[in-house]
Nanobody, 123 residues
């Protein structure tokens, strides 16, 4: 079982940047596919980005492609989400998840979640 702890959220003005971190612990955590999802009030949890265990394959939601970048440091068992050119529409709680293999963009395909970190973008 993998445990996940997110950090790095906060309040930022539109156009600004934030970097989220997700520290994973547990057996074989460095080999898992890691992903970020987000959930705004009253909305369903939505896919943001994913990265395979090797770090060589990444996926992005269309809404963040070109603005966000996911990366990982397997020596530290940590995944990062660099968020640039933030927009008020990016305001949400951001969650990290892990799974042995990539399971697509539907949040119900993932069972292990961190506690979430709030990102608020002011206009």
């Amino acid at each position: 079982q993998v445990q996940l702890v997110e950090s790095g959220g906060g309040l930022v003005q539109a156009g600004g940047s934030l970097r989220l971190s997700c520290a994973a612990s547990g057996r074989n955590a460095s080999t898992y596919t890691m992903a970020w999802f987000r959930q705004a009030p009253g909305k369903e949890r939505e896919f943001v980005a994913a990265i395979r265990g090797s770090g060589s394959i990444t996926d992005y939601a269309l809404s963040v492609k070109g603005r966000f970048a996911i990366s990982r440091d397997n020596a530290r068992n940590t995944v990062y989400l660099q968020m640039n050119s933030l927009e008020p529409e990016d305001t949400a709680v951001y969650y990290c998840t892990a799974r042995m293999f990539y399971a697509g963009t539907w949040y119900r395909n993932y069972n292990t979640w961190g506690q979430g970190t709030q990102v608020t973008v002011s206009s």
